[in-house]
């Protein structure tokens, strides 16, 4: 594909790009850098919040965790428990 012109939008201390359709990005976030030869690069950063859950899940001790689970829930159920009149 050859290259595609485009403006570039000036607002106080920020600039703006707008990148046509055909580049378009599934991203809410990127990471911008320059290279040794000033060309900019753009890359999309998908959101990892799944990865981040799993890291932290993996880090428990599985005995701890499942002893804390059963912990709970038997005091919920004893805050539960109630009289009929």
């Known amino acids: 594909m050859s290259a595609l012109m485009s403006s570039v939008l000036n607002s106080n201390n920020i600039q703006a790009i707008n990148i046509p359709n055909v580049f378009k990005l599934n991203t809410t976030e990127v ?7 000033g060309d900019l690069l753009i890359h999309p ?10 890291s932290v899940l993996t880090s428990f001790d599985d005995e701890i965790f ?20």
């Not at 709970?72 to 009149?85: F, G, K, T």
């Open 31 to 37: 990471e911008i850098s320059r290279t040794e030869n």
């Open 45 to 54: 950063v998908f959101n990892k919040r799944g990865d981040a859950l799993l």
């Open 66 to 85: 499942i002893n804390e689970l059963e912990k709970n829930q038997q005091e919920s159920l004893l805050m539960q428990d109630r009289v009929n009149l």
